[in-house]
């Protein structure tokens, strides 16, 4: 069992360039979350998924796009990265709404 | 929307006794409490009802008071492993998840 996995580890990106953060579950959650977090601040969510095949916005889901064509995978896209992107991005899984959420390692992602 | 946690930071030495809050402006119907240790991602501790106390692990328990719509989590004789920065969050009844502004709580010999 490799619970959540989040791939790449880290990447660097130049403004206005484009990439996808893969997120893979093997506990056959429903629920899928990204999250990011900056330095000195919480996690705010950014998309969620209820489903295979969901996905909704969250707090702050400007410049990014997510996709959740599998089940146990969830696609975190930035079109244009901006510098205003750099941060650590999370992604994390629940059996259902209102459950414990399990992490991935984290994304480190800094735009230049 | 974000609930809000105090203190901001603390400070304990091996063996004493912490409490750290969490608030919010909007009713709460569950409240999760998570950790996350210093380069690594937050994980699970524990999860509260309206009218429900849980014990957690080690020797962290936590409460929630629907009324007040506050929650606090009560960490007991801390020990090193318990340094890191501590999250409460919710769903208040729908899907979106908001975590807490963050507890950073340091544990010294």
């Known amino acids: 069992n490799a619970g959540v996995t989040q791939t790449p580890k880290f990447r660097v990106l130049k403004t206005g360039q484009s990439m996808t953060l893969l997120c893979a579950q093997d506990?056959?959650?429903?629920?899928m979350y990204w999250y990011r977090q900056d330095p000195g601040m919480g996690l705010r969510l950014i998309h969620y998924?209820?489903?295979?095949?969901?996905?909704a916005k969250g707090e702050v889901p400007d410049g990014y796009n997510v996709s959740r064509l599998k089940k146990q995978n969830f696609l975190l896209g930035l079109e244009s990265a901006a510098p205003s992107q750099t941060s650590v991005y999370f992604c994390?899984?629940?059996?259902?709404?209102?459950?414990?959420?399990?992490f991935g390692p984290g994304t480190r992602l800094l735009v230049l | 929307q974000q609930p809000v946690q105090s203190p901001q930071a603390v400070i304990l030495r091996e063996g004493e006794d912490a409490v750290i809050n969490c608030s919010s402006s909007?009713?709460?119907?569950?409240v999760h409490w998570y950790r996350q240790k210093h380069g690594e991602a937050p994980v699970f501790l524990m999860i509260?009802?309206?009218?429900?106390e849980q014990k957690g692990h080690d020797k962290i328990s936590a409460s929630f008071n629907e009324k007040k719509q506050q929650s606090s989590l009560y960490l007991t004789a801390s020990q090193l492993s318990y340094s890191g920065t501590y999250f409460c969050?919710?769903?208040?009844?729908?899907?979106?998840?908001?975590f807490g502004t963050g507890t950073s709580l340091t544990v010294i010999p």
């Open positions: 509260l009802l309206k009218g429900g």
């Open positions: 909007k009713a709460l119907y569950s």
């Open positions: 994390a899984s629940s059996y259902s709404g209102g459950l414990a959420q399990y």
């Open positions: 506990m056959n959650h429903e629920y």
């Open positions: 998924s209820v489903g295979e095949g969901t996905t």
């Open positions: 969050g919710t769903d208040f009844a729908g899907n979106q998840f908001y």
